[in-house]
């Protein structure tokens, strides 16, 4: 039977055009570390991985939620740890001051000492993070937590102007945390304090005297109830802090078994192919010489 010539040129070209990309195929995969270039190559295992790709990117985005929440409540914890003791110090001067033998002068400057606790209550009340936001404020985040009006009476000039909604982070699937600690009950100590303040402030003031050791007492009653409500929040705080740790470490357990299954499903197998490149480039070398060699052949020869 006679070939053509054209017909042979074309034959050889389709061939080695077919040993060629299965070379440059594998290849790029040896090169990836992938062992399916194209989804059509595998459609099941490309809808897995395709699975576990995404599952991987929440469980990133879960974990990332986790790590800032865990800073949240931890700067929380430190303000709320330095307002309780702030708290701790004004009780024990109301409680010196309520030493009946005390002079005016002694509660004066019992006084004097229990002004920068004041100030320090209400600052840290005041407390904004990194971006300027209250962090007391509950979801009113641009609103301050407590303001003051110097304009109205003692013992009514500290306002809660937050709200005590929550703020949730979610941290998995169907789980969210609270980022946020409200603290409402705190105006109301304040004015607690700044009206006692006022009254030891005031000359020749009495602690005997019944109305005195009435206001000593009601601020000291709010200081231990506040003192109590923050310590509470302090210790639900830290058990969020032991539920987070918990998660994380789950997400990265689920993490590592979707990394392990997706190199099970989706990592190239090097020795096998290591002998697919090493067929592959024999073909090549193969078509490529015999298409050299029958090139040089013509019907002249045999003429």
Do not use: C
Not at 7 to 22: C, E, I, P, V
């Amino acid at each position: 039977m006679r070939i053509a010539s054209t017909q042979f040129h074309t034959t050889m070209n389709t061939a080695l055009q077919k040993a060629s990309s299965r070379l440059e195929d594998i290849l790029q995969k040896m090169a990836s570390g992938e062992k399916y270039s194209l989804p059509s190559e595998h459609p099941v295992t490309t809808v897995r991985m395709s699975r576990l790709y995404r599952e991987e990117a929440a469980l990133d985005q879960y974990r990332d939620n986790i790590g800032a929440l865990q800073a949240r409540l931890t700067q929380n914890e430190v303000y709320l740890s330095s307002m309780s003791n702030d708290m701790l110090s004004a009780r024990d001067l109301l409680v010196w001051a309520a030493d009946g033998s005390n002079t005016s002068e002694d509660v004066s400057a019992m006084a004097e000492s229990l002004q920068p606790l004041l100030d320090s209550l209400f600052y840290v009340t005041n407390s904004t993070d990194a971006e300027g936001r209250y962090i007391f404020s509950g979801t009113a985040v641009a609103t301050p937590t407590v303001t003051y009006d110097a304009t109205a009476a003692v013992g009514s000039r500290y306002t809660y102007t937050g709200n005590t909604e929550v703020q949730r982070v979610v941290v998995g699937p169907g789980v969210t945390q609270p980022a946020n600690v409200s603290l409402p009950e705190v105006a109301t100590l304040l004015n607690q304090l700044e009206q006692v303040l006022a009254t030891l402030q005031t000359p020749g003031v009495n602690v005997n005297d019944a109305a005195v050791r009435t206001q000593i007492t009601t601020a000291m009653d709010g200081l231990d109830d506040v003192i109590e409500s923050i310590s509470g929040r302090i210790a639900g705080l830290g058990g969020s802090q032991n539920i987070l740790a918990t998660l994380e470490t789950s997400h990265a357990n689920v993490s590592l078994s979707n990394q392990q299954a997706a190199l099970t499903l989706g990592q190239l197998d090097y020795s096998d192919a290591a002998v697919k490149l090493s067929g592959y480039t024999t073909a090549v070398q193969a078509t490529q010489k015999a298409y050299a060699e029958v090139s040089k052949l013509s019907l002249f020869d045999v003429i």
